[in-house]
C-alpha cells in the first residue's frame, strides 16, 4: 500500500488554523490521531505514519501552533 499524505488545514475555534497530515487508508481498519510532544513537529512522527498506514490505518498527525506547519509568521 503506497502511503498517500494529504496535507490539510484545521480551522480552529478562535479562526486560527493549525497544519495536519492525513494519511488515508481505503477500508481502514482504525483511525490513529498521533497527539505530538510538546514542541516536536509532526515531521518527527512521519515514519510511524508511514507504518501505521501500511497496516490499513487511517492517520492523523499536526503541528502545535507556532510549530512546524501551524507557524504562521516569524516569531521574533
Known amino acids: 500500500m503506497a502511503a498517500i499524505m ?3 488545514t484545521i480551522s480552529l ?7 495536519a ?9 482504525a483511525v490513529v490521531l498521533l497527539h505530538p510532544a510538546t514542541a516536536v513537529t509532526q515531521r518527527y512522527y512521519e515514519a ?3 507504518y501505521l498506514h ?4 487511517t492517520v ?3 503541528d502545535y501552533r507556532g510549530t512546524g ?7 521574533r
Open 48 to 50: 510511524f505514519a508511514r
Open 54 to 57: 501500511g497496516l490499513g490505518m
Open 69 to 75: 506547519r501551524s507557524r504562521q509568521a516569524d516569531l
Open 6 to 8: 494529504e496535507p490539510v
Open 13 to 19: 475555534p478562535d479562526r486560527s488554523t493549525i497544519g
Open 60 to 62: 492523523l498527525t499536526y
Open 21 to 29: 497530515t492525513l494519511w488515508q487508508a481505503a477500508d481502514a481498519r
